[in-house]
């Protein structure tokens, strides 16, 4: 199974009362993180974090052995501290993304383009392709096939492959930027 998230901010106090959540301080925080996460993930699946995940490297080494199955984390504009690869090699379960834009191609979806940001236009997006995306903290208006994954928006929960298909299925198509539909 794919599960997409964004936006954890594991280790940054303030984002509590920034986005309002109902902890009590980052340690409560950073349990019930880790507590979601694997309960929902297994060893089996993948997840996809857009951006965003730590505030400090001490705080991602803690963490990432605690979470279940394979993380792919693409870069968001707080990942600084803990986003250095030769300090990450002992994580074998976690891949740095390269790339800010970074497109999953799975059986039975359209190409799911993945950035931390969200965007009114990506690669594909007048030919069917989904957006997912982070960064936000809040929930934007729905813009064709487009989701935001942040954790705080999604119930502080992960997002399914299965929930993502759901959304875009009652969403509109996208409009053709070039005005071809």
Not at 85 to 109: M, Q, R, W, Y
Not at 116 to 133: D, I, K, T, V
Request: aromatic share 12%.
């Amino acid at each position: 199974m794919l599960y997409f998230t964004a936006d954890a901010h594991l280790g940054h106090d303030n984002i509590r009362r920034l986005d309002g959540r109902p902890f009590s301080d980052v340690d409560e925080m950073e349990r019930a993180y880790i507590e979601v996460w694997n309960t929902t993930v297994t060893s089996q699946d993948t997840t996809y974090h857009l951006g965003d995940f730590f505030w400090r490297n001490e705080v991602a080494h803690r963490v990432l052995p605690q979470l279940n199955g394979k993380i792919i984390c693409l870069r968001g504009n707080h990942d600084k501290s803990w986003w250095k690869p030769e300090k990450l090699k002992k994580f074998k379960h976690v891949t740095l993304a390269t790339d800010s834009i970074h497109v999953v191609n799975h059986t039975g979806t359209p190409p799911l383009v993945l950035c931390h940001y969200p965007m009114r236009s990506w690669q594909g997006s007048a030919r069917g392709s989904w957006h997912l995306y982070g960064h936000t903290h809040r929930a934007l208006s729905a813009y064709g096939k487009s989701l935001c994954v942040c954790w705080n928006v999604q119930n502080y929960s992960l997002v399914s492959l299965e929930q993502v298909k759901e959304q875009m299925n009652i969403q509109p198509k996208t409009e053709d930027p070039y005005g071809h539909i």
